[in-house]
């Protein structure tokens, strides 16, 4: 008798790109609004950032649905945690606790593929990046996605910043100003967009700094 | 065999009160498991899209000053390189190292879990864990989910009572003591440069320069195998991290180009021929 095969999986990908770029002091996250499944897109809308922290923010992208079971369970550890601790949750402990999360479902994972970028407590930039169980490392810039194999190319030849791993140690934040910074997220965007079919439409850009969070949109090739 | 859920703790004594809401994160540790018939086909599926980290070249071996750990830094999703500043030398505790080969997540969050039984074990016995015992620990952990997918090939390397410690262990369940270990794709190649290099009466810098030669050469022919090359020693007041080079620049200070023979100085030659 033959093993029955499941006829459907829980699993789909939505596409879509995202980027975080970590400066001296601020970090850009980055990433398009296109949801798509197959070769049909469901939403030219969709936002794929979530504001965990008040100093911490991740992208995902994958499938939206585990996107979104992620971020509720995140948001809600985060709440528990200021109730127990009095204090917003560091950017740090957050790319721990994301990545507890993401591991603690190891045999069933969520299809999520995060980029966290924020402010660590000196207030200088940081960005996390992830895969889809929850392995992470502390970089410079990041991004994950449909679109990363075209983006991280580009990224590495503008910000190529010396390994953590080099003996002495060097610093991995970019030097770049935050002007700077935005305008290479809206360009990488613009690039990705021509060669993805997943990434397009519009790109939601949220700058966190001393001063707080500002979001912005740029307009992609909605083709 | 019981399967180890330490690792998944989740403060079940800080919610006082059995509240609704609070009970679903605080509900007792379990892996969700997925409801399919074909639970080995949908693991596999699932490793295919999530593992990465499978290449890559670890080494350590015991010499008569105490143990030196090595690794390179690339990580790999299929021919895609992920990373090429991955830590896989990780710092168990101040005299543990745990170095890292297979799937990244679990050896990052196994040897995290071990770090936290270690030092329980401190706590609770009022001296340091031999790394005989953290070995073992980890082994017997990795052995309860043997068959489930986990990738884990990791080398335990320490220094306590009795002296360096060396240990190999993976996701099989096995556990070997040892002198001399290298896993991952670029093995054969550190082991070829590591075995004909070695004497156990080298100094502290000679047993790094043999280390970091055997990781450059192993990333000097496997594909799998790159960026930049750690060593770290091990003895008797803990490990220290000697140096990380980036083995393309390893590369020219191991075979220096020479002025006379320069392309750029023929062409010159040439063009006023």
Redo the contacts between chains.
């Keep these: 008798m033959t093993?029955?095969?499941?006829n459907w999986s829980?699993?789909d990908n939505n596409g879509g790109s995202c980027v975080a770029i970590a400066g001296s002091d601020y970090c850009v996250i980055a990433a398009d609004t296109r949801m798509s499944t197959g070769y049909n897109i469901l939403t030219r809308d969709y936002s794929k950032i979530s504001h965990l922290a008040e100093k911490c923010v991740m992208a995902s992208s994958g499938f939206q649905a585990d996107v979104k079971a992620l971020q509720k369970?995140l948001s809600?550890?985060h709440l528990?945690y200021q109730h127990?601790h009095n204090k917003q949750m560091s950017c740090p402990a957050m790319a721990q606790l994301l990545?507890?999360t993401?591991?603690?479902?190891?045999?069933?994972?969520y299809?999520s593929f995060n980029v966290l970028g924020g402010l660590d407590s000196e207030g200088k930039g940081c960005v996390f990046?992830y895969?889809?169980?929850?392995?992470?490392?502390r970089?410079g810039y990041s991004s994950q996605g449909s679109g990363s194999?075209l983006i991280m190319p580009f990224l590495d030849n503008q910000l190529k910043s010396p390994?953590?791993?080099?003996?002495p140690a060097q610093d991995a934040v970019t030097p770049l100003s935050e002007t700077e910074a935005v305008d290479l997220v809206k360009t990488v965007f613009a690039s990705a967009t021509e060669r993805d079919i997943y990434t397009g439409d519009k790109v939601e850009i949220v700058i966190l700094n001393a001063s707080g969070i500002h979001r912005e949109f740029m307009d992609l090739r909605k083709d | 065999m019981k399967l180890d859920t330490s690792?998944?703790e989740s403060f079940p004594s800080?919610i006082l009160h059995g509240n609704d809401v609070?009970g679903e994160?605080s509900a007792p540790p379990s892996?969700?498991?997925?409801n399919?018939?074909?639970f080995d086909?949908?693991?596999k599926e699932?490793i295919q899209?999530?593992?990465?980290?499978k290449g890559t070249t670890t080494l350590a071996f015991i010499f008569k000053e105490g143990v030196m750990v090595a690794a390179d830094?690339r990580a790999s999703?299929g021919g895609?390189i992920?990373?090429?500043?991955?830590?896989k030398i990780i710092e168990i505790n101040p005299y543990m190292l745990g170095t890292m080969a297979g799937?990244?997540?679990?050896?990052?969050?196994w040897h995290r879990n071990l770090g936290i039984k270690c030092r329980l074990h401190e706590l609770a016995n009022k001296r340091r864990i031999s790394v005989t015992g953290a070995s073992k620990l980890l082994a017997n952990i990795l052995y309860s989910y043997r068959g489930?997918?986990?990738s884990v090939g990791t080398m335990i390397a320490g220094w306590d009572e009795t002296g360096p410690g060396l240990y190999y262990v993976d996701s099989e369940g096995g556990r070997l003591k040892g002198t001399r270990f290298s896993v991952g794709s670029g093995s054969p190649y550190a082991y070829g440069v590591l075995d004909s290099g070695y004497k156990y009466d080298m100094s502290i810098e000679e047993a790094s320069e043999l280390a970091r030669r055997a990781i450059y050469h192993a990333t000097f022919r496997d594909g799998a195998s790159g960026?930049?090359a750690?060593v770290y020693y091990v003895g008797p007041t803990g490990w220290k991290?000697?140096?990380?080079?980036?083995v393309g620049e390893l590369h020219y200070h191991y075979n220096p180009v020479t002025p006379s023979t320069t392309v750029e100085q023929e062409m010159v030659d040439a063009a006023a021929a």
């Design positions: 093993k029955q095969q499941a829980p699993y369970v809600a550890r528990t127990q990545s507890n993401l591991y603690y479902k190891r045999f069933f994972p299809y990046t895969d889809a169980v929850g392995s992470y490392e970089v194999t390994s953590p791993l080099l003996l | 690792g998944l800080l609070a994160i892996f969700d498991l997925p399919s018939n074909d086909g949908f693991l699932a899209m999530v593992k990465p980290a830094s999703m895609y992920s990373s090429q500043s991955v830590k799937g990244a997540a679990d050896c990052q969050f489930m997918g986990l960026g930049v750690s991290k000697l140096s990380g080079d980036d």
